[in-house]
């Protein structure tokens, strides 16, 4: 089965401060993505990143970036000097490779609140 | 880029009734449609997997005849919330699929029982 661990249920912080995400999956395919989204609160799922089992390279997106350890199953996500327009709920989900399918199983989201 | 769209992207209708929400595709076919349903501060969960002429696959504990679900092209799949209660009050948001590349979510609809 496949399940996806988001232990943090809020953050709060200050505007400039780095915050980092954390993301912990379960399965059992050796092959799989690994994908983050935010839901501000227009309820729209914004997509940020999608990143393959095979490939545990770290990415940098302007003031997102990512930290992939498969021998931890870990995949979290930082945002360094937040800004108030970061406050949004970060949802981490895991999809299986084979087939195409794009089935999704979501944490249960961290909402983060950047403060002025 | 690939873009879904959903309609209504908001509903407020009365304890009883029946409402469609639709979930098109702009610019690409979409092979296969998901359905996820979020509660208020709760995560998403997929309700059903719909294919292009078949039917749907619903996810364990999602009632098949209350909701509804065509998907009778490539670019428009339809949930319908049957005899809807005031739980059912949710925000409904469709994903689509292309045969190859990633899935695009819709916007969602937010939908209010009375």
């Known amino acids: 089965a496949q399940k996806v661990t988001q232990a943090q249920t809020e953050i709060s912080v200050v505007e400039k401060e780095d915050v980092t995400l954390d993301c912990v999956y379960e399965t059992r395919d050796t092959t799989y993505y690994l994908f983050w989204y935010k839901q501000p609160p227009s309820g729209e799922l914004v997509f940020l990143i999608r990143r393959n089992s095979f490939d545990e390279q770290n990415e940098i997106s302007g003031r997102y970036s990512w930290n992939f350890q498969k021998s931890t199953s870990s995949f979290n996500f930082t945002i360094t000097a937040s800004q108030v327009v970061d406050s949004a709920v970060y949802f981490c989900a895991l999809k299986r490779a084979q087939g195409g399918s794009e089935k999704l199983v979501f944490g249960k989201g961290t909402k983060l609140t950047v403060n002025p | 880029g690939a873009v879904v769209s959903q309609h209504p992207s908001w509903v407020i209708c009365k304890s009883g009734t029946s409402v469609k929400i639709e979930c098109r595709s702009l610019d690409f076919q979409a092979t296969t449609m998901f359905w996820y349903r979020q509660f208020p501060k709760q995560s998403l969960m997929l309700m059903a997997t719909s294919n292009e002429g078949s039917k749907a696959t619903y996810e364990q504990g999602v009632e098949k005849d209350k909701f509804l679900i065509n998907h009778a092209s490539l670019t428009l799949s339809t949930l319908t919330v049957t005899s809807a209660h005031p739980e059912d009050s949710s925000f409904y948001i469709c994903?689509?699929?292309?045969?190859?590349?990633?899935?695009?979510f819709g916007p969602g609809t937010r939908l209010t029982v009375l």
């Open positions: 994903s689509a699929s292309r045969v190859i590349g990633g899935g695009q």
